[in-house]
């Protein structure tokens, strides 16, 4: 019997957003970094794309595939919080292509 065996690209995973904070930080300006992988602390996750502002994060988030929901509550977590993670993102290979990133 053959197992079928996915791609990590295949497999859902945690994507992390994350900005910096402290005083003086504009969330609609910020510069945000976006990962996948890892689940309780950067160990085993895998930068993907920064982006500077909430509308670049927006095309970035789009990009990769995910939902229109989980776009407008990622931005809007975002707003007042650094961190926001995206559970059970599949992020297809032509999706990471799109971003220049390898299969």
């Given at each position: 019997?053959?197992?079928?065996?996915?791609?990590?690209?295949?497999?859902?995973?945690?994507?992390?957003?994350?900005?910096?904070?402290?005083?003086?930080?504009?969330?609609?300006?910020?510069?945000?970094?976006?990962?996948?992988?890892?689940?309780?602390?950067?160990?085993?996750?895998?930068?993907?794309?920064?982006?500077?502002?909430?509308?670049a994060l927006t095309r970035v988030l789009a990009a990769l595939g995910v939902p229109l929901p989980e776009i407008e509550t990622a931005i809007r977590v975002?707003?007042?919080?650094?961190?926001?993670?995206?559970?059970?993102?599949?992020?297809?290979?032509?999706?990471?292509?799109?971003?220049?990133?390898?299969?």
């Open positions: 019997m053959t197992i079928p065996t996915r791609s990590p690209a295949d497999t859902p995973t945690p994507l992390h957003i994350d900005r910096t904070s402290g005083a003086g930080v504009r969330p609609a300006t910020a510069e945000y970094s976006v990962s996948f992988g890892g689940s309780k602390d950067i160990v085993g996750t895998v930068h993907l794309a920064t982006a500077k502002g909430l509308d975002l707003r007042g919080s650094p961190h926001h993670d995206i559970r059970n993102v599949t992020l297809a290979r032509d999706a990471l292509r799109r971003l220049g990133l390898p299969k």
